[in-house]
């Protein structure tokens, strides 16, 4: 219990510290180009790989939260971590294809209307709403573990409304995901550091 509580406090404060890079690399990216023209390498190339990298932090955030789900909550953290391995996978092979593959045809990979785009946020909006979604009752008790259903909820949802956007063709809809993921998410996940960091010091 206690190697899982240190694991999971090493990876939500991993997953906030990957947020904040990624917001810097943005605004880097955007002083760069702009807002009318795409962002480039290097930052392009950054921004590819904290993506990875924040997929795999909260795969393993997810592993630790089932971990310590008690008995009778374990199903839905384990529906959660199922719902998160799809979301790695998904998200990783296409930032893989664009670090690879997209960037020596010269395809650009996360431009709508794009297949590898839409496989994209079905792994951000879809399936990473569904894990926070099905993460959230897991937490029940005191306080702190209270807000921290509330915020997974509240997270999850704006992920899975942000889907609304690429079904009916407008993109700034999906900005409601982008405000579950990009904001919303590394605050619930301070919340989670320190709830970790206390079971981990009993």
């Not at 906030?16 to 795409?38: E, T």
């Not at 795999?56 to 592993?63: G, N, Q, R, W």
């Not at 794009?114 to 937490?139: K, Q, R």
């Not at 009916?168 to 990009?182: C, E, F, L, P, T």
């Amino acid at each position: 219990m206690t190697t899982a509580s240190r694991i999971g406090f090493r990876a939500a404060a991993g997953t906030v510290a990957v947020g904040v890079l990624y917001a810097i690399a943005v605004g880097l990216g955007i002083a760069q180009a702009g807002f009318d023209r795409p962002i480039l390498d290097p930052v392009l190339w950054i921004m590819e790989v904290l993506t990875l990298m924040s997929a795999v932090l909260i795969l393993i955030l997810l592993a630790a939260i089932h971990a310590l789900a008690s008995p009778e909550r374990n199903v839905f953290s384990a529906i959660a971590l199922c719902c998160g391995a799809a979301f790695a996978a998904l998200t990783g092979a296409v930032h893989f294809v664009a670090l690879t593959a997209g960037r020596q045809t010269g395809f650009t990979v996360l431009e709508w209307p794009s297949t590898l785009y839409a496989v994209e946020l079905l792994a951000w909006d879809i399936f990473l709403g569904l894990a926070l979604l099905f993460a959230a009752p897991v937490f029940t008790g005191t306080a702190r573990r209270t807000r921290i259903r509330w915020m997974l909820s509240i997270t999850g949802g704006l992920c899975m409304a942000g889907a609304i956007g690429p079904i009916v063709g407008d993109m700034a809809v999906q900005r409601i995901g982008i405000v579950g993921y990009g904001v919303l998410l590394p605050v619930t996940c301070v919340l989670l550091a320190l709830l970790f960091r206390k079971d981990s010091h009993g």
